[in-house]
């Protein structure tokens, strides 16, 4: 099997993507912020631009809130978001996202932990990462933690949000996202 750098094809040129982080949480602030800080770095680091970052609290109409504020922002491509994604009561990320997705990337969550359990085993099985397409924007909910956060930018995110990987990408699909939704308000 190759490796996902492998795939990458250099005669294509690279295409930045516009990045939105959110980090959901009731304690943290952006001074110890240490997921939503790496996931900043990874994204900078890899050619893309970090538009926009924050902070919310673990309180699902407020995520939904800020998630359709900048799925409606024609500036943002991509929402990346870290924590509220377990098991607890607090935990209602994927409530959130869920609330406004046009449609689901079942296969997003299977990846990463499938990605995980190598890492940490049945542990995974605590994990809610999920994605989907909502208004024309990609939107990622991962873990609270930085070992998450690395695992699906480094392992997944990176190689999908560049045009050159091989043999598709989530880049190379992105102004066919809205499709769909379009057709429907005609209709």
């Not at 609330?99 to 190598?118: N, P, T, Y």
């Not at 190689?159 to 939704?181: A, G, T, W």
Request: hydrophobic share 35%.
């Amino acid at each position: 099997m190759r490796s996902s750098d492998d795939r990458i094809d250099t005669s294509i040129t690279f295409q930045p993507v516009n990045i939105a982080v959110m980090t959901v949480s009731d304690t943290r602030r952006i001074e110890d912020d240490r997921s939503g800080d790496l996931l900043a770095s990874r994204i900078k680091e890899d050619g893309h631009a970090l538009v926009a970052r924050t902070i919310v609290t673990d309180d699902q109409p407020k995520i939904r809130a800020r998630l359709v504020e900048w799925i409606g922002d024609s500036t943002i491509d991509v929402v990346i978001a870290t924590g509220g994604s377990g098991l607890t009561g607090r935990d209602v990320t994927p409530e959130a996202f869920r609330a406004v997705f046009d449609k689901e990337i079942e296969g997003f969550g299977e990846l990463f932990r499938h990605l995980s359990f190598q890492k940490i085993g049945t542990s995974t099985m605590q994990s809610r990462a999920l994605a989907g397409v909502a208004g024309g924007t990609y939107l990622f909910a991962l873990p609270g933690s930085p070992s998450g956060c690395r695992d699906g930018w480094d392992e997944i995110l990176r190689y999908q949000l560049d045009i050159r990987h091989k043999p598709c990408n989530f880049v190379e699909i992105m102004p066919r996202l809205s499709e769909s939704v379009t057709q429907r308000r005609r209709g």
